[in-house]
């Protein structure tokens, strides 16, 4: 996770999780295999492994390029713009219990 992203002031430090699951799976009785949340407004989405793939849905109909991972123990980013992976030191870490 090397690569450049050029999206960083996207990430707003007061977002937090805006569920616990999936949010839009919880609305509709989904399921998803894991969980993302978006840097900028705190949506929870589930990943591309998942069947209904919301968080790059979020993604695509907002506009917020950024999520970190939404399990324990992982605290990486993704920049869906710039197509990078990244770690920031100093940014809170969130996860489903």
């Known amino acids: 996770m090397g690569e450049t992203c050029t999206h960083l002031a996207e990430i707003k430090g007061d977002a937090r999780p805006s569920a616990d699951g999936c949010e839009d799976c919880l609305r509709i009785g989904g ?35 950024i999520v970190s991972s939404f399990e324990p123990g992982e605290n990486w980013l993704w920049c869906y713009q710039d197509e990078a992976g990244f770690r920031l030191d100093g940014l809170e870490d969130f996860s489903h219990t």
């Open 31 to 65: 399921t998803w295999v894991h969980l993302r949340m978006c840097r900028t407004c705190g949506h929870v989405g589930c990943c591309d492994s998942s069947p209904a793939k919301h968080a790059t849905a979020h993604f695509h109909g907002t506009g917020h390029p």
